[in-house]
């Protein structure tokens, strides 16, 4: 991945004992990567800070800034100096701890621990549709009571999403990556004094940060987490993130209507109708919609499953029936099976086909007959006052084109034998008349029948007797 990152350090740089073996992510504010302490033979996640934008390299590995931006810069390093400290306090089990921060290359490296496993986006997906929402409820509960303990401690997350949630190999989830980064690069962008528009940092994460993160006026509290975490509980339950806060937000002014699609209308695996309702709540575009705190979420998102209905995945019903344009018959009743007998009729001989309006009929009826036989016994054509277009669509299809064909036939029939008997009937008398003439003419040149001599007279039978 180091050959995607621009600037990104080049292998093998060392950091504190630490050998870079390659990049495991970048954003706007920084690049994170993969390090290697071959003494103590332990592996660390290293973020440096880099603003995209503002910062480029010198000598491959020493960061420069933009002169303008040295103030901004100054302020922003501090801060995520200060972050680092802030969350080496953290000590939950699910919570990766921050180990070290080494300032170098006129930057700053936070390390923390390197956590090997999958993500739970890449669990959801290897999963499918095959996971059941109670798998799904108790991989990220300790993820909900990591953030508990954040909370209490005055602190917001900022950055819950699939890709923020590791999940060890013994199973255990583990909350990574902290927003504070985000809150500097917001920071940065109210005083970078460019002014020129290309200096922009992502300080929401597109379909689960909520609408008020990206106002910068606007305070957050745990509710910007909880709505967040509904986002994240969507996606698993529904396969796709919700709808963006911010193009929910231009769909309602705009066209008077909310993008978002209720979890009982898009969940993909069955769940309590109670929690569908708990995460649509979470995910309402005002804070005070929400619940206020992640232990109120928990407590309705677990209810009481013996007392509530669930609310089935979507892709398991069958969907109904359309309905017939411009037919208005009763019920619609199971179509029996078709009382024709399919091997018969195609066991049939062709018959001759006749121009007239008897032999036409016939054709069509043959063939509304074998588009009936040929479908399967769930689409076979109902009695004729409840038929569907579609199966009179294809009976006509068939039927026009057995007609065109054997038309076509007749014509080329036609067309063939009047013209050859009508010319061996005139070529007949010249036939003979120039065989006739050939055999005078092959007598004559053998001497056979010379001109002028008249045949013998055939003897009598008295002739015969007497020898004369």
């Known amino acids: 991945m180091a050959e995607t990152v621009p600037f990104a350090l080049p292998l093998g740089t060392l950091i504190a004992g630490y050998e870079i073996k390659r990049v495991l992510g970048a954003g706007g504010f920084g690049i994170t990567y993969e390090g290697y302490n071959p003494v103590t033979k332990r592996k660390a996640a290293i973020k440096e800070f880099f603003p995209r934008g503002i910062a480029s390299r010198d000598n491959a590995t020493h960061v420069v800034y933009a002169q303008e931006e040295a103030a901004i810069v100054t302020w922003a390093l501090?801060?995520?100096?200060?972050?680092?400290?802030?969350?080496?306090?953290?000590?939950?089990?699910?919570?990766?701890?921050?180990?070290?921060?080494?300032?170098?290359?006129?930057?700053?490296?936070?390390?923390?621990?390197?956590?090997?496993?999958?993500?739970?986006?890449?669990?959801?997906?290897?999963?499918?549709?095959?996971?059941?929402?109670?798998?799904?409820?108790?991989?990220?509960?300790?993820?909900?009571?990591?953030?508990?303990?954040?909370?209490?401690?005055?602190?917001?997350?900022?950055?819950?999403?699939?890709?923020?949630?590791?999940i060890r190999k013994d199973g255990r989830p583990m909350l990574i990556d902290f927003g504070a980064i985000k809150i500097i690069a917001q920071e940065t962008q109210l005083r970078s004094t460019g002014g020129n528009g290309q200096k922009s940092f992502a300080v929401a994460k597109q379909h689960y940060s909520p609408p008020e993160q990206l106002d910068q006026d606007a305070v957050l509290d745990p509710r910007a987490d909880i709505y967040a975490l509904g986002a994240v509980f969507y996606r698993a339950v529904t396969g796709n993130p919700p709808a963006d806060a911010d193009k929910r937000?231009?769909?309602?002014?705009?066209?008077?209507?909310?993008?978002?699609?209720?979890?009982?209308?898009?969940?993909?695996?069955?769940?309590?109708?109670?929690?569908?309702e708990?995460?649509?709540?979470?995910?309402?575009?005002?804070?005070?919609?929400?619940?206020?705190?992640?232990?109120?979420?928990?407590?309705?998102?677990?209810?009481?499953?013996?007392?509530?209905?669930?609310?089935?995945?979507?892709?398991?019903?069958?969907?109904?029936?359309?309905?017939?344009?411009g037919f208005t018959s009763a019920q619609a009743q199971p179509h029996a099976p078709a009382t024709h007998d399919a091997t018969k009729v195609a066991a049939r001989p062709p018959r001759r086909a006749s121009p007239d309006a008897a032999a036409t009929a016939q054709v069509f009826a043959a063939a509304n007959l074998q588009a009936q036989t040929a479908a399967p016994?769930?689409?076979?054509?109902?009695?004729?006052?409840?038929?569907?277009?579609?199966?009179?669509?294809?009976?006509?299809?068939?039927?026009?084109?057995?007609?065109?064909?054997?038309?076509?036939?007749?014509?080329?029939?036609?067309?063939?034998?009047?013209?050859?008997?009508?010319?061996?009937?005139?070529?007949?008398?010249?036939?003979?008349?120039?065989?006739?003439?050939?055999m005078r003419e092959t007598d004559r040149d053998t001497g056979l029948n010379p001109p002028n001599v008249t045949p013998a007279k055939p003897l009598r039978e008295s002739d015969k007797d007497t020898g004369e």
């Open 377 to 438: 016994a769930d689409f076979q054509m109902a009695p004729r006052k409840t038929n569907s277009w579609v199966g009179i669509g294809a009976g006509i299809t068939v039927a026009v084109m057995v007609v065109a064909i054997l038309a076509a036939s007749l014509f080329r029939q036609g067309d063939v034998t009047a013209p050859n008997q009508t010319q061996q009937t005139k070529q007949q008398p010249q036939n003979t008349q120039q065989n006739t003439r050939r």
């Open 278 to 325: 708990t995460i649509d709540r979470a995910l309402s575009l005002k804070p005070e919609k929400r619940q206020e705190s992640i232990a109120e979420f928990r407590v309705a998102l677990k209810g009481n499953v013996a007392e509530t209905e669930l609310v089935k995945a979507t892709q398991l019903l069958r969907p109904d029936p359309m309905p017939t344009p």
């Open 78 to 166: 501090e801060r995520f100096r200060r972050s680092t400290t802030e969350l080496c306090d953290f000590k939950h089990p699910n919570i990766v701890p921050v180990l070290n921060y080494v300032p170098a290359h006129e930057t700053g490296y936070m390390f923390m621990e390197q956590v090997d496993g999958e993500t739970l986006e890449q669990w959801l997906r290897a999963k499918g549709d095959k996971v059941s929402f109670e798998e799904i409820r108790a991989m990220i509960d300790p993820v909900c009571d990591a953030l508990e303990y954040v909370h209490a401690k005055q602190f917001i997350h900022r950055d819950i999403a699939p890709d923020n949630i590791m």
């Open 249 to 276: 937000k231009n769909g309602i002014i705009l066209k008077g209507v909310d993008a978002y699609v209720p979890v009982a209308k898009a969940a993909r695996i069955a769940l309590p109708a109670g929690a569908a």
